[in-house]
């Protein structure tokens, strides 16, 4: 049988493993800058979110303001006397016209007219 014997000479010197603590160390470093990253890119998207509802919350506003606008320029107390200063009035009788080709159909007493009449001959208070 072969023995086994030691070998004297120049002894190797060992390097501490370096290697599975830089692995450890840029996992680490990775993960941070991607929980940064993550968390400024929430951030923004708040911000802009903030800013959507700031412009959401204006424009509701100024659709408001738009619709009362419509409102006092549809009045019948503002439409009557600009009305009356350009000559437009409520005819005193009504003339049917026939045309050919088109269906005959007359109606009798228009509702329309009655109700648009009390609107325009009722007195405006300033």
Excluded: C
């Amino acid at each position: 049988m072969a023995r086994l014997r030691v070998i004297t000479g120049k002894q190797r010197k060992q390097h501490p493993h370096v290697g599975p603590w830089m692995a450890f160390t840029l996992v680490v470093v990775v993960a941070l800058f991607g929980i940064v990253t993550t968390q400024t890119s929430l951030d923004q998207g708040a911000f802009e979110l903030a800013e959507l509802n700031r412009a959401i919350a204006n424009a509701e506003t100024e659709n408001q303001q738009l619709r009362l606008e419509v409102t006092r320029l549809e009045s019948p107390a503002r439409v009557a006397p600009i009305a009356a200063e350009l000559g437009l009035v409520y005819p005193d009788s009504r003339r049917t016209v026939l045309v050919e080709g088109v269906i005959d159909q007359v109606v009798e007493g228009d509702q329309r007219w009655a109700s648009i009449a009390e609107f325009a001959t009722e007195e405006l208070s300033p």
